[in-house]
């Protein structure tokens, strides 16, 4: 039997489908016909032109699969990306699990996220049963990733699909540097980023959410989500962290909270009227919030042991070092 993952031109999903290959399994990849295949030139994998918002792509990939590891998304910290993430990350996700109705027994794998847990205004560590509090901030991404996986939470319970539940944290390692929500953490490494919030995040290693996306195929309980998180530490740690690695100065300047917020409703304005402001409201929350978790449930059921986030974040920067980044 075959195996289908979308997503698989991203970050997380082109180490997937390497790791795939390694174990000797037919892998087929859902791309777009405009998508770069950069991340999986030379791999020998299955080409399905397509796309999670066309079911009749879906519902042909899906013939003769045996799994579905779901991880296409749009990742969005603004109004103007709002509809796409509609479209896409619920959208798209409807559709994977209609598409799925015509497989015998469908296994899915769905990559989902901490945010559709939640986050906490101070230092509360979250886990799987916490309550989604940040519903009056209507955030993007957050809304349509807790919308898409109560699709799949209620697709199990109906009986329609045998899904496990995946929700990782801030991932780390070798190429991280070119998905477009990392772009503060390279001037970091580059000495270009002199500020810091109050924030804090968990940091987890590409390898071991991997390796933890294979086990929950095999160990995972239907209808049961597990966070893929690893060592909880304040932005300013982040920062420094990321610093101390590329040699260069870390960011000085705390930035209140306040401020972060009345920046990002000055950078609403300017979006508005169809400018760039150095951030919105949207970004000013997350990147002041903490999203901090605890991932016992995914160590007993899953084996998941997160290395330490030194380590992660070690891969990240001498991957920028060798590929031009610092320089």
Same mark, same amino acid.
């Given at each position: ?14 180490? /997937? !489908?390497?790791?795939?290959?390694? $174990? %000797?399994?037919?892998?087929? +990849?859902?791309?777009? @016909? *405009? ?115 109560? /699709? !799949?939470?209620?697709?199990?319970? $109906? %009986?329609?699909?045998?899904? +496990?539940?995946?929700? @990782? *944290? ?158």
């Amino acid at each position: 039997m075959a195996v289908l993952v979308t997503g698989a031109t991203g970050f997380v999903g082109s180490w /997937l !489908v390497r790791e795939l290959l390694k $174990r %000797g399994e037919e892998v087929r +990849v859902l791309h777009r @016909p *405009s998508s770069s295949l950069e991340e999986l030139q030379g791999l020998n994998f299955v080409s399905r032109l397509g796309d999670v918002t066309d079911l009749d792509s879906l519902r042909d990939a899906v013939i003769g699969v045996d799994t579905v590891f779901h991880l296409a998304g749009v990742v969005g910290y603004s109004r103007a990306m709002r509809r796409l993430m509609e479209d896409v990350n619920v959208g798209g996700t409807k559709k994977v699990l209609e598409a799925m109705q015509q497989t015998p027994r469908p296994k899915l794998v769905y990559m989902s996220s901490v945010v559709a847990v939640g986050a906490s205004y101070d230092r509360t560590v979250l886990n799987e049963n916490s309550p989604f509090n940040v519903h009056s901030l209507d955030l993007g991404y957050f809304e349509t990733k807790k919308a898409a996986e109560d /699709l !799949v939470l209620d697709a199990c319970r $109906r %009986g329609r699909v045998e899904a +496990v539940i995946l929700n @990782p *944290s801030t991932i780390y390692g070798a190429g991280d540097a070119k998905k477009g929500s990392r772009k503060t953490q390279v001037k970091v490494a580059q000495g270009k980023f002199p500020f810091y919030t109050t924030g804090g995040v968990s940091i987890v290693s590409v390898h071991d959410v991997v390796a933890a996306i294979l086990r929950a195929r095999e160990a995972g309980r239907i209808g049961e989500r597990y966070i893929l998180s690893g060592d909880n530490i304040t932005i300013e740690a982040l920062f420094k962290k990321i610093a101390a690695i590329a040699g260069v100065k870390s960011p000085s300047i705390h930035l209140p909270n306040l401020v972060v917020r009345a920046i990002g409703k000055v950078g609403d304005g300017l979006e508005a009227v169809g400018k760039k402001g150095p951030i919105n409201t949207e970004n000013a929350w997350t990147s002041t919030l903490f999203h901090w978790f605890d991932h016992t449930k995914a160590r007993r059921e899953l084996g998941f042991k997160p290395r330490p986030a030194d380590e992660a974040l070690r891969e990240s920067v001498e991957w920028m070092r060798e590929h031009g980044y610092l320089n």
